[in-house]
DNA sequence: AAGTGTCCCTGCGAGC
DNA sequence: TGCTCGCAGGGACACT
């Protein structure tokens, strides 16, 4: 699932494909509610035109600024791909592509989702949107987190999932972090120590770190799992510790990874090293 | 304020 | 081999 190392590798990928300079001659709406904004009938008229001036990340949003008033943002959600389709390769009709634009040098960016949970938005003001998201957990000081999260009584996980106190941490890396900071996925937030506090920073910039060093995580083979824009799927997989772990050994104490429900999500850790 | 349930979707792995 | 079934999950929203 794309999170915020998946994103970034995304966006990274993007630029190296060289689409920044480049103008989007046509868009086509192939499922209506992958668009949210504007009306998915308008999209194309709008951006129609438009030169690809830039390309960035905020938490799991990807940013597309364009030469006219409007932008793109892009929410992959579990399922989204973007990749870049040469011009040489008719469009098939046959993939999961739900909203196509044409470059000016024929090659085609496509968003495709089997799912259907992603969404593309072309909107004047990013920022109405982007300004809900909390910090960047790679541009944030450690004081400033462990202030946020033990002023909350929040439980630990939902809590680092909530793209309103931190943005770009999903199930995976949330998994991760903990397991890394051996520390209890149900605590309360405003139960930690200081040092524990500190830990969980210093574990959630590691993992997200490795993460996007890897080039994100892939979990199997089949159309719904992440892969770069040019194809190549992630290897972070090989690096997780809790996630999907269940049954395996814990790296540290080689206890039994357990799963658990948090929040009504799937949770790994393990038993020995993260105790309520 | 925090937590729970529901919805959106459909590929895929497990089980038979 | 081929079928059915339920899980997976980000985020918006309605409730308690």
């Known amino acids: 699932m794309p999170e915020l190392p ?11 494909c060289g689409l920044v300079g480049l103008q989007i001659m046509s868009a086509h709406v192939f499922w209506p509610r992958s668009v949210a904004a504007p009306a998915p ?31 793109l943002l892009i929410h992959l959600r579990m399922t989204g791909r973007l990749y870049v389709a040469p011009a040489e390769r008719p469009a098939t009709g046959k993939t999961y592509d739900r909203v196509v634009f044409a470059l000016s040098d024929g090659r085609r960016l496509c968003f495709s989702d089997p799912r259907k949970f992603g969404r593309v938005w072309l909107v ?11 910090p960047e957990p790679l541009a944030l000081p450690r004081a400033t987190f462990v202030h946020r999260l033990t002023a909350r009584s929040r439980t630990l996980k939902p809590l680092l999932m909530d793209q309103a106190f931190i943005a770009g941490i999903g199930n995976i890396y949330a998994d991760e972090a903990l397991w890394a900071a051996q520390i ?9 120590s200081t ?8 574990a959630m910039r590691t993992v997200l770190r490795r993460g996007i060093r ?22 972070n997989r090989e690096h997780l510790c809790a996630y999907g772990q269940t049954g395996l050994p814990c790296e540290r104490c080689h206890t039994p990874i357990v799963r658990l429900l948090v929040g009504q999500r799937a949770t790994h850790i393990c038993p020995a090293c993260q105790r309520l």
């Open 6 to 16: 998946e994103v970034e590798t995304v966006v990274r990928d993007l630029r190296a």
């Open 41 to 71: 009938a308008r999209l194309p008229a709008a951006i129609r035109g438009n030169q690809i001036i830039g390309l960035s990340r905020r938490g799991k949003f990807i940013r597309v600024d364009l030469s006219g008033k409007a932008d």
């Open 124 to 134: 004047d003001n990013p920022d109405v949107l982007l300004d809900r998201l909390g």
């Open 184 to 192: 209890h996925p149900q605590r309360k937030s405003d139960s930690l």
């Open 195 to 202: 040092e524990e506090a500190a830990r969980l920073y210093r």
């Open 214 to 235: 890897n080039l994100g995580t892939s979990l199997g083979a089949g159309h719904t799992n992440f892969r770069l824009p040019r194809g190549v799927p992630g290897r």
